[in-house]
């Protein structure tokens, strides 16, 4: 599935900008053969022109990606983040056969604080803690799992209790509100959620800190129509105006 939405981003831009500008450019050809003696017909020229401008976002936003994966890869967050990680997780390794539990701790603890919900940094660590049996910070780390086994949650409860079981105290704890991972499966959002309408709005509890987590969560949770419509209205209004272009040439024409 991962793989399938890289696929669908990687593509994206050529439907928004190449497909949709072909299909202005193909609409104005078809205004000037039906409305050729008919002033409506500037629409046309207006539709081919657009359609160009569209056409030639796409070919820039390629080359742009083109040219920036060659000379500056590292604009590829994500790219960067993963080889970063399995460099520093390599380390951890060596640290902890070495038996250097704190340096291994160290090292993540630096990358969360880099990539602060990257949550496969956050299970390293919790399983490092583990071999420390410092529960309590094992279990901090181990909050959003989206499976504990009868250990983990032992962790978590620990955790838990360690905060009296405040549900704004393990929300300040456990992630960036800032920075929600897009990537955080729905078990991670539903826990985070279920703090969130846990938290009474009052005193302290109206900190952006609430506020932030709320807005993400929204946007994370939202329907797939939600979603949709707010991330490609600008092709659905163009998709729009090009059945309206045709309807209304189909009805001067007669």
Request: charge should be positive; glycine fraction near 4%; proline fraction near 3%.
């Amino acid at each position: 599935m991962k793989k399938l939405k890289s696929i669908i981003y990687k593509i994206e831009p050529f439907f928004e900008h190449v497909g949709i500008g072909l299909l202005f450019i193909k609409t104005g050809i078809y205004i000037l053969d039906e409305l050729h003696t008919n002033f409506f017909a500037i629409t046309g020229l207006i539709s081919i022109f657009w359609g160009g401008f569209q056409i030639l976002i796409g070919i820039i936003i390629y080359v742009v990606v083109i040219l920036a994966y060659i000379f500056k890869p590292e604009s590829f967050i994500h790219i960067k983040r993963k080889r970063i990680v399995e460099s520093v997780l390599k380390r951890v390794e060596k640290d902890l056969e070495s038996g250097n539990i704190q340096k291994a701790q160290d090292r993540l603890h630096g990358l969360i604080s880099k990539y602060p919900n990257y949550l496969k940094i956050k299970f390293e660590l919790a399983g490092i803690y583990l071999l420390d049996k410092d529960y309590v910070n094992a279990g901090r780390y181990l909050f959003l799992k989206p499976a504990l086994n009868k250990q983990e949650r032992f962790c978590v409860e620990k955790f838990k209790n360690s905060l009296g079981n405040n549900p704004f105290q393990i929300l300040k704890k456990i992630s960036s509100p800032s920075q929600i991972d897009r990537e955080f499966v729905q078990s991670s959002k539903s826990k985070i959620a279920e703090l969130v309408n846990n938290i009474k709005v009052e005193s302290e509890k109206k900190s952006w800190i609430v506020k932030n987590y709320s807005y993400y969560l929204h946007e994370l949770n939202a329907p797939f129509y939600q979603r949709f419509f707010h991330n490609h209205k600008d092709v659905i209004i163009q998709i729009i105006i090009l059945i309206t272009l045709i309807c209304l040439t189909e009805f001067l024409k007669k």
